[in-house]
């Protein structure tokens, strides 16, 4: 099969044939993030949905508190995807000036063998926050 997909791709790049009748799916993706802070609290709302076989919108929920200055710890539970709900742990930090790091390992209960569903997870992101709005990081 990869074969055949690879071939049919090379036959569209080379522009040999009729290629008028060819049409080829993308996957869609959605995705947004909400913030609420309430005091030291902070709490992250994600949305994540492809348009792909077997894919359920995926919802992370993740509040964090300051540990330090510059450094947080957060609680993210999820459900969706191909997995189904999962809790752990999360980091965020300070690099530079305007710029943070966030890991999350929202999948230990899987990890733990709490969770009968298997869902391994993994994020990471870089921030960089164009304005100088008053917020801990």
Not at 13 to 19: I, V
Not at 97 to 102: G, L, S, V
């Amino acid at each position: 099969i990869v074969d055949q997909e690879l071939e049919n791709i090379e036959e569209g790049l080379s522009l040999k044939g009729d290629t008028g009748n060819t049409a080829i799916s993308l996957p869609l993706l959605i995705t947004g993030t909400f913030t609420k802070e309430t005091g030291k609290l902070r709490t992250d709302l994600d949305l994540l949905y492809y348009a792909l076989p077997g894919f359920f919108p995926y919802v992370q929920l993740q509040p964090s508190w300051p540990v330090s200055t510059g450094f947080r710890i957060s609680l993210p539970v999820k459900y969706g995807g191909y997995g189904s709900f999962n809790a752990g742990f999360g980091l965020e930090f300070v690099l530079a000036d305007r710029i943070t790091a966030q890991l999350n390992f929202p999948s230990m209960l899987s990890v733990l063998n709490i969770s009968k569903h298997l869902s391994y997870n993994i994020t990471g992101k870089i921030i960089y926050k164009i304005t100088h709005h008053a917020s801990l990081l």
